[in-house]
T-cell receptor, first 109, second 114 residues
Framework: AQRVTQPEKLLSVFKGAPVELKCNYS??????LFWYVQYSRQRLQLLLR??SRESIKGFTADLNKGETSFHLKKPFAQEEDSAMYYC???????????FGPGTRLSVLP | SQTIHQWPATLVQPVGSPLSLECTVE??????LYWYRQAAGRGLQLLFY??????ISSEVPQNLSASRPQDRQFILSSKKLLLSDSGFYLC?????????????FGSGTRLTVV
């Protein structure tokens, strides 16, 4: 069965510090992995997807199939990065998305 | 461009009353449509998904039902609300057969059952 875990409910870092939001998954096939973000009073939106290997707002995430991880990283956190972050995994044909429980990132001044 | 609309934004309903939340998508055809509930500490829980008109799959047993009367319309309903139905409900869509695109979410409905 598909499963996504995010071990940290809350992560607090100081502005300018590196940040890493952890995500681990279990899936028997080849997964599609995503990170979603929800800023205060805004809708949940796609941040990045592993297949595009992109960097969005300074965030990157590398799929590590050996460790079944897809950690989200940013070298220098900004206060505007404070939000709720969800890791998600997609099964076949995009129908079976599974989301992790989410991590609330708080960037302190 | 594609857009997704969800309403109402907030709703306060008494226990035992009916519920109808509506979601519509514009700018695309034959989308996959989803209803999620967002619960603190539990992340996003998939309630229903639909791959076409009249085709509904339920992921968890509950007091809710879903319908897709038109290609781009997805409705979440209940005949009698329970206190435990309170929560934040999200509608989402993605193109058929493309897992790589991720989802696009509506702005959500905050439901409070009193």
């Amino acid at each position: 069965a598909q499963r996504v875990t995010q071990p940290e409910k809350l992560l607090s870092v100081f502005k300018g510090a590196p940040v890493e939001l952890k995500c681990n998954y279990s899936y028997s096939g080849s997964p599609e992995l995503f990170w979603y973000v929800q800023y205060s009073r805004q809708r949940l939106q796609l941040l990045l997807r592993h297949i595009s290997r992109e960097s969005i707002k300074g965030f990157t995430a590398d799929l590590n199939k050996g460790e079944t991880s897809f950690h989200l990283k940013k070298p220098f956190a900004q206060e505007e990065d404070s939000a709720m972050y969800y890791c998600a995994l997609s099964g076949d044909y995009g129908q079976n998305f599974v989301f992790g429980p989410g991590t609330r990132l708080s960037v302190l001044p | 461009s594609q857009t997704i609309h969800q309403w109402p934004a907030t709703l306060v309903q008494p226990v035992g009353s009916p519920l109808s939340l509506e979601c519509t998508v514009e700018g695309t055809s034959n989308p996959n449509l989803y209803w999620y509930r967002q619960a603190a500490g539990r992340g996003l829980q998939l309630l229903f998904y639909s791959v076409g008109i009249g085709q509904i799959s339920s992921e968890v047993p509950q007091n809710l039902s879903a319908s897709r009367p038109q290609d781009r319309q997805f409705i979440l309903s209940s005949k009698k609300l329970l206190l435990s139905d309170s929560g934040f409900y999200l509608c989402a869509w993605n193109p058929v057969g493309t897992s790589s695109y991720g989802y696009t979410f509506g702005s959500g409905t905050r439901l409070t059952v009193v």
